[in-house]
């Protein structure tokens, strides 16, 4: 199956204003100990005062933020567009062939994949969706982080095929609040396996909140057969637990 023909990438304000009321609803430190709000506007210091001002009023500064934005710099935004396109289709299909024969043949979903690339300086997947958004000028709060876009894109790209592979083989074995830690801590383990590691390019690094988990997550990974053995432990392992 050709998946790189079935990503769409978007420059579309429309986008950023359907994302954005999320990052505005969780201005406050979530549940991974990630200030969110203040990573996603890092790169506009003129956003700063929507920090603590009421909902309604940060939302019209941040709508009329994002219009002017792409106005002016509209044709920027397409050519940094073609520029990820590009740099995406050069490893792009071993990267989903070699995501397959880790999880032991699980195909990828079927469905039109569209990642809407943002101003702003976080990710977003809409939950139960092939759509998603990466940050367009993203170098992941590092200097000269050449790459860092490829990782964005398979961290969000995993979180569609891990919930899928859940869905089919293991749904409703988790609560909510774990499954979304289910689905982080795994992001965690297949990344960082050399075959996948080398597409991802940077190594990734648990949420503070996922430590003791990652770390036991590895461990457990390294002592299973397969996949399916791993997710099935994984599972039982979480719903005994709690991160202290």
Known sequence: MNTLSKIIFKVDA?????????????????????????????????????????????KKILF????????????????????IENLWKESSEEFFESVVKVFNGHPWPKGKYSANLSIFSMFRLKPGTKVFSIPIEDTGGYKDATGHIKYT?????????????YHKYFKNRLEKSKYYDFLEIMNFIVLNLPEIKKHAIWFTNP??????????????????????????????????????
């Open 14 to 58: 429309k986008a950023e204003k359907r994302i954005a009321p999320y990052f505005l609803k969780n201005r406050k430190y979530n549940l991974t100990g990630m200030d969110e709000y203040s990573k996603y506007i890092r790169d506009f210091p003129e956003l700063e005062k929507t920090k603590t001002l009421p909902l309604n009023e940060a």
């Open 64 to 83: 009329k933020f994002i219009d002017e934005y792409y106005k002016k710099n509209y044709n920027e935004l397409i050519l940094k567009k073609e520029e």
């Open 153 to 165: 894109l398979t961290h969000e790209l995993m979180h569609i095929y891990v919930e899928d592979y």
């Open 207 to 244: 949420y503070p909140s996922h430590m003791q988990r990652c770390s036991y997550a590895q461990k457990l990974y390294s002592e299973c057969k397969n996949m399916k053995e791993f997710v099935e432990k994984l599972i039982v392992y979480l719903n005994k637990t709690e991160e202290k």
